[in-house]
């Protein structure tokens, strides 16, 4: 099975900062990689598919790069309202879909 | 613009069977273009996908959980919908249906309905 890997856990930052998000695959998984945005008491949200393509709708501050085993979502620009866990997801052709364990994202 | 629904019971007994429905508004289940999935959420942690399912009844599921899982498409009525056997606490969780692309990313969700399992 495909194991992800996400970093950190958790992180606080300020308002405006630039936040990194690592996820890392046990494998080879191309660019099958989704991130998604979860708030407290509400469904998940997709942000990014495909690694790097930014879902309809999405603020441009939102982005994600990388291929194979590691994978980067940023936020340019911290705000408010991006206080939220937030998921990587991978899936492969058998088919097998995985979600990350979240980074949790606070404000400083 | 695509709405999700789940609805089932909210507590079921340990050893028994868990339903759910999720009612489907605003886009064709037939449609053809997309896949119907269920993924759930203990309290606290993080999301894990159960398995998901074609119009046409081609059914994917989780290996872990494969043996316990039924997956069912009622086109008629627009739904789908989500059989657990032989529950115990730990599957205790918010349950979620989603649709995903062949490319599998979850671009519209339900709300989640929790599930407890308790006597």
Redesign the interface.
């Known amino acids: ?1 495909i194991q992800m890997t996400q970093s950190p856990s958790s992180l606080s930052a300020s308002v405006g900062d630039r936040v990194t998000i690592t996820c890392q695959a046990s494998q080879d998984i191309s660019n ?1 990689l ?1 991130w ?1 945005q979860q708030k407290p008491g ?5 942000l990014i ?2 690694a790097s393509n930014l ?1 309809t709708g999405v603020p441009s501050r939102f982005s994600g790069s990388g291929s194979g085993t590691d994978f980067t979502f940023t936020i340019s620009s911290l705000q408010p309202e991006d206080i939220a866990t937030y ?1 990587c ?1 991978q ?1 492969d052709n058998l ?8 980074t949790k994202v606070d404000i400083k | 613009q695509v709405q999700l629904q789940e609805s089932g019971p909210g507590l079921v007994k340990p050893s028994q069977t868990l339903s759910l429905t999720c009612t489907v508004s605003g886009g064709s289940i037939s449609s053809g273009d997309y896949y119907w999935s269920w993924i759930r959420q203990p309290p606290g942690k993080g999301l894990e996908w159960i398995g998901y399912i074609y119009y046409s009844g081609s059914t994917y599921y989780n290996p872990s959980l494969k043996s316990r899982v039924t997956i069912s498409v009622d086109t008629s009525k627009n739904q789908f919908s989500l059989k657990l056997s032989s529950v115990t606490a730990a599957d205790t969780a918010v349950y979620y249906c989603a649709r995903n692309t062949a490319m599998v990313f979850f671009d519209y969700w339900g709300q989640g309905t929790l599930v407890t399992v308790s006597s």
Do not use: H
């Open positions: 099975d099958y989704n998604y509400k469904a998940p949200k997709l598919y495909d879902e998921y997801q899936y088919p097998r879909v995985t979600f990350g364990p979240g």
